[in-house]
């Protein structure tokens, strides 16, 4: 049975553009694989721990020699590799926040590195390849070829670096200007901003085919 592994990661609950745009790639996702299985994570309301020294440890040392710090950090590490490990699909949506990603998909890949686990601990070969991984992104302001901010996007440029140590590679589907209607000083860019939504719903339609009926 397939499986899709949807996330969301922004902090601005229903004005978010990111998650009205995995919604509806979950949507179509569901309606080709009618007899798929979901699983749901929130970073945006249930934020991960940032990786620390407990972390770092528990993923370099034997689980029986683990401190009940580590012990905990290893649960949590086991159980988010053991989500992407189940998915045949991954479906991330990431807003920028500061020319960044949220800190909290950046503790999600961080506890994904996972030497023996997720990459191979001679090689460095990534273990979790084979999946499809869909990353909507969203941006407030125009970061494209020839813009002011050309090369400010600093969440969708780290992200394929990031996964590739685990054998992920993401496929992108980007809408941008997303605070032309309530910054009136983006006003003028109101159209491009509507094109650009317009064209991310495009993309997600044409993700996955449906099954017929």
């Not at 007899?35 to 440890?57: I, K």
């Not at 710090?69 to 920028?96: C, H, N, S």
């Not at 992920?168 to 094109?195: G, Q, S």
């Amino acid at each position: 049975m397939t499986n899709l592994l949807h996330i969301d990661s922004s902090i601005t609950g229903e004005h978010s553009t990111s998650r009205r745009l995995t919604a509806r790639a979950a949507a179509a996702w569901r309606a080709a694989h009618p007899e798929g299985t979901v699983t749901y994570r929130d970073l945006g309301a249930d934020p991960l721990p940032h990786f620390d020294a407990a972390s770092n440890v528990a993923r370099v040392t034997p689980p029986e020699q683990h401190t009940p710090e580590q012990a905990a950090a290893w649960r949590l590490i086991t159980e988010l590799v053991d989500e992407v490990r189940a998915a045949d699909t991954i479906l991330l949506g990431l807003p920028l926040y500061n020319f960044g990603p949220p800190s909290t998909v950046k503790s999600w890949v961080d506890h994904l590195i996972v030497p023996g686990l997720t990459l191979d601990a001679e090689t460095r070969a990534g273990l979790l390849g084979g999946r499809d991984f869909i990353v909507v992104t969203s941006r407030g302001g125009g970061y494209g070829e020839g813009t002011p901010r050309e090369g400010w996007d600093h969440a969708q440029s780290w992200i394929p670096h990031g996964v590739s140590q685990i054998g992920l590679e993401p496929r992108f589907v980007t809408a941008e200007l997303t605070l032309a209607k309530i910054n009136p000083a983006m006003a003028d860019l109101i159209p491009l901003a509507d094109a650009s939504q317009a064209e991310a719903e495009r993309a997600i339609d044409a993700l996955w085919t449906p099954v017929p009926a």
